[in-house]
């Protein structure tokens, strides 16, 4: 089984930065592909950003193109999300996500039904 913890979520100003943590635990965290999902309140779940085992390929949705970027160090377990430029269009639960099952494909990255294993969430709040 594997647990993924999220942290580093709370209240920021527009403009302003945040970097999420995903700590992953229980199996061998270099081979997933991790993802970040978000979930506004009355939205669906969206997809944020995803990187593959090595962390040489990443993938982005649209909406945070330029402004939040996905790493990962596998020696920590720990996946990151920094997140820069902040608006308050991107005030959500944000979700952590692991695939174990198969290797990256781009197009699945994107995907949250492609991943078996979530955190809890934690939640960001950008203020106007």
């Known amino acids: 089984q594997v647990q993924l913890v999220e942290s580093g979520g709370g209240l920021v100003q527009t403009g302003g930065s945040q970097r999420l943590s995903c700590a992953a635990s229980?199996?061998?965290?270099?081979?997933?592909?991790m993802g970040w999902f978000r979930q506004a309140p009355g939205k669906e779940r969206e997809f944020v950003a995803a990187?593959?085992?090595?962390?040489?390929?990443?993938n982005y949705a649209d909406s945070v193109k330029g402004r939040f970027t996905i790493s990962r160090d596998n020696a920590k377990n720990t996946v990151y999300l920094q997140m820069n430029s902040l608006k308050p269009e991107d005030t959500a639960v944000y979700y952590c996500?692991?695939?174990?099952?198969?290797?990256?494909?781009?197009?699945?990255?994107?995907?949250?039904?492609?991943?078996?294993?979530w955190g809890q969430g934690t939640q960001v709040t950008v203020s106007s």
């Open positions: 996500a692991a695939n174990t099952l198969a290797g990256y494909v781009a197009s699945y990255s994107a995907t949250a039904s492609r991943y078996d294993y």
């Open positions: 990187i593959n085992w090595s962390g040489g390929t990443t």
């Open positions: 229980g199996r061998t965290f270099s081979s997933y592909t």
